[in-house]
């Protein structure tokens, strides 16, 4: 299915040196504002307590929020969850002061407000859990990048899986940028969005790659660029048309999802955005410095021996 047909080669490779400066000023930006503002970490990593409270009638957010600010706890997160009755409390850890009598100090406020809430609840997470979150969280990173190295090397040949695993990491570099440059709450949905937007940009590389591929197999006499050119160009309307829908789900989320997927739908929307320009416009001109060949790619065909009369 096409949307529509380019009948000409867009001249990608000729602007290749200009997107990939513009990438790496974007990659340097996100490396300096992660390290210098560092991420806002959630309850999950850094430990905290997480409460579930039902009100009988449609909880107010905003109420509640007042009502823990007027109780000294305006540092507290709260959030619709799973209903409108029901409201997520999220409290950092504080100093000399336990989970329990935390959570006592919290439904009290409420009662005194609302006598009709109820507790569903109470989760304490301690900081050695958070740390051990942060551990997995970069070991699931780190063994998915190995594994899209691997495949991709196999599948097509080493250039690709190296040209791919920048591309891709660029893209995670560049969300988590964005959440430490804005001080967004970085959360478990957060860190699965980061690892869904790998796989998610991977197979837009792989799109492509496979284009390449077929091309070098095709057009024999076309240079390297030009087979490049002609696999973006052909693949652009599926892209869009991809994209397009993909986007269109995860724009829904982020404007009815309430609190709880917001920063996860937000996540997707920039690796998604992020992703189809690095697919195109990074990994591509990668391969191409890298010196990918049509012998890289295309078997040499055996000359059939001359039967012996």
Do not use: C
Not at 69 to 81: E, H, N, P, T, Y
């Amino acid at each position: 299915m096409e949307f529509f047909r380019i009948r000409n080669d867009i001249p990608f490779m000729r602007h290749a040196l200009v997107f990939n400066v513009i990438s790496l000023i974007t990659f340097l930006l996100a490396v300096f504002f992660l390290a210098t503002r560092g991420l806002h970490l959630g309850v999950e990593f850094t430990g905290g307590t997480v409460m579930e409270v039902n009100y009988g009638h449609e909880a107010q957010i905003a109420k509640i929020r007042d009502t823990l600010g007027r109780a000294g706890l305006g540092d507290a997160v709260v959030q619709s969850f799973g209903s409108s009755q029901t409201a997520l409390i999220r409290l950092p850890v504080k100093p000399n002061v336990s989970g329990a009598q935390l959570s006592e100090t919290v439904i009290k406020a409420l009662r005194e407000d609302d006598p009709t809430v109820e507790l569903r609840r109470v989760d304490f997470v301690g900081s050695q859990v958070g740390r051990e979150l942060v551990e997995n969280g970069a070991l699931a990173l780190l063994l998915v990048s190995l594994g899209i190295v691997a495949y991709l090397a196999l599948r097509f040949e080493w250039k690709f899986g190296v040209a791919a695993i920048i591309a891709n990491l660029h893209d995670v570099v560049i969300i988590l940028g964005f959440f430490a440059l804005f001080q967004w709450e970085f959360s478990l949905p957060v860190l699965a969005a980061v690892l869904a937007v790998l796989g998610y940009s991977v197979n837009e590389s792989v799109v492509v790659f496979d284009r390449i591929r077929e091309n070098f197999r095709k057009l024999r006499k076309a240079s390297t660029p030009e087979i490049i050119n002609n696999a973006i160009t052909r693949t652009m309307s599926r892209t869009i048309i991809t994209h397009g829908s993909t986007q269109i789900m995860v724009t829904s989320m982020l404007i009815f999802g309430g609190d709880t997927l917001f920063y996860f739908a937000l996540a997707l929307t920039i690796g998604i955005l992020f992703g189809i320009y690095s697919s195109v416009l990074v990994a591509s001109p990668i391969v191409m410095w890298l010196g990918v060949t049509r012998e890289d790619l295309v078997r040499p065909e055996r000359k059939k021996e001359e039967a012996v009369v």
